[in-house]
Nanobody, 122 residues
Framework: QVQLVESGGGLVQAGGSLRLSCAAS????????MNWYRQAPGKQRELVAT???????NYADSVKGRFTISRDNAKNTVYLQMNSLRPEDTAVYYC????????????????WGQGTQVTVSS
């Protein structure tokens, strides 16, 4: 089993910044994609940002130029730096990590964090 622990959410004024972290632990052989999703009240969960194993990134149009995803492969950790936050960024943010476990035979995993609340006041 692979566990994810998120941190870094909170309350911030519009225009402010927050940095989310998500650390994966367990019998991990390798991690491929690391993603951040968010879900606002009454809305579907949406993909915010993705980073692949070789560092390629992709962002939702709504956060391009404001959010930056990065990863530390040695620590199995993914980050989301959020700048110029807006009230519409208010949501529960979830990290999602996919990879392969140290098992015989090898098994893939697709794990989710517990979610962290980000609230942006106007």
């Amino acid at each position: 089993q692979v566990q994810l622990v998120e941190s870094g959410g909170g309350l911030v004024q519009a225009g402010g910044s927050l940095r989310l972290s998500c650390a994966a632990s367990g019998r991990i052989r390798g991690i491929s994609a690391m993603n951040w999703y968010r879900q606002a009240p009454g809305k579907q969960r949406e993909l915010v940002a993705t980073i692949t194993s070789d560092g390629n990134t992709n962002y939702a149009d709504s956060v391009k130029g404001r959010f930056t995803i990065s990863r530390d492969n040695a620590k199995n950790t993914v980050y989301l730096q959020m700048n110029s936050l807006r009230p519409e960024d208010t949501a529960v943010y979830y990290c999602n990590v996919r990879g392969v476990m140290q098992s015989v035979p090898a098994r893939s995993f697709d794990s989710w964090g517990q979610g962290t609340q980000v609230t942006v006041s106007s």
